[in-house]
T-cell receptor, first 109, second 115 residues
Framework: AQRVTQPEKLLSVFKGAPVELKCNYSYSGSPELFWYVQYSRQRLQLLLRHISRESIKGFTADLNKGETSFHLKKPFAQEEDSAMYYCALEVGGAQKLVFGQGTRLTINP | DTGVSQDPRHKITKRGQNVTFRCDPISEHNRLYWYRQTLGQGPEFLTYFQNEAQLEKSRLLSDRFSAERPKGSFSTLEIQRTEQGDSAMYLC?????????????FGPGTRLTVL
């Protein structure tokens, strides 16, 4: 069965410190993985997708098929990064998303 | 605002009542998804449409739930005989099939509270 696990519900770091949000997945097919973000009082929005291999707002994520992980990283956290982050796996012909439980990231000044 | 819209934003109802939610996707998007999100959890897939055809339904979607997309544009999600366990945020998303990126754009959600 397909599953996404985000082991940390809460993560708090100081401004300027590195950030890593963990995501592990379970899927028998070829994984397509995404990170979605929800800022306070805003809707869920795409942050980045693994297939693009891009950096958005200083965040990167590398797909590690051996470890079945897709951790989100940023070298220097900023206060505006405080938000809820969801890792998601795209499955099936419907391209529906299976989400993790989410990690609430708080950046302290 | 040309994004996905949902109506109402909040709904409070008594157990046993029927409720209906509406989603208006981005106009050129042919795929429409419904998700449900309970407190402390990520969104869970409920159902999806390509144009007017409902192509997949989750086992989470009991027979009290029905969704339609009659003209391939807006969609409605109806819950009959609501139960307290139906209290959740109901999210709608849309995307354009055929694009490699297949980004799903989410609406603001409808928060349902069943008393």
């Amino acid at each position: 069965a397909q599953r996404v696990t985000q082991p940390e519900k809460l993560l708090s770091v100081f401004k300027g410190a590195p950030v890593e949000l963990k995501c592990n997945y379970s899927y028998s097919g070829s994984p397509e993985l995404f990170w979605y973000v929800q800022y306070s009082r805003q809707r869920l929005q795409l942050l980045l997708r693994h297939i693009s291999r891009e950096s958005i707002k200083g965040f990167t994520a590398d797909l590690n098929k051996g470890e079945t992980s897709f951790h989100l990283k940023k070298p220097f956290a900023q206060e505006e990064d405080s938000a809820m982050y969801y890792c998601a796996l795209e499955v099936g012909g419907a391209q529906k998303l299976v989400f993790g439980q989410g990690t609430r990231l708080t950046i302290n000044p | 605002d040309t994004g996905v819209s949902q109506d109402p934003r909040h709904k409070i109802t008594k157990r046993g009542q029927n409720v209906t939610f509406r989603c208006d996707p981005i106009s050129e998007h042919n795929r429409l998804y419904w998700y449900r999100q309970t407190l402390g959890q990520g969104p869970e897939f409920l159902t999806y449409f390509q144009n007017e055809a409902q192509l997949e339904k989750s086992r989470l979607l009991s027979d009290r739930f029905s969704a339609e997309r009659p003209k391939g544009s807006f969609s409605t999600l109806e819950i009959q005989r609501t139960e307290q366990g139906d209290s959740a945020m109901y999210l709608c998303a849309s995307s354009l099939a055929g694009r490699a990126e297949n980004e799903q754009f989410f609406g603001p959600g409808t928060r349902l509270t069943v008393l």
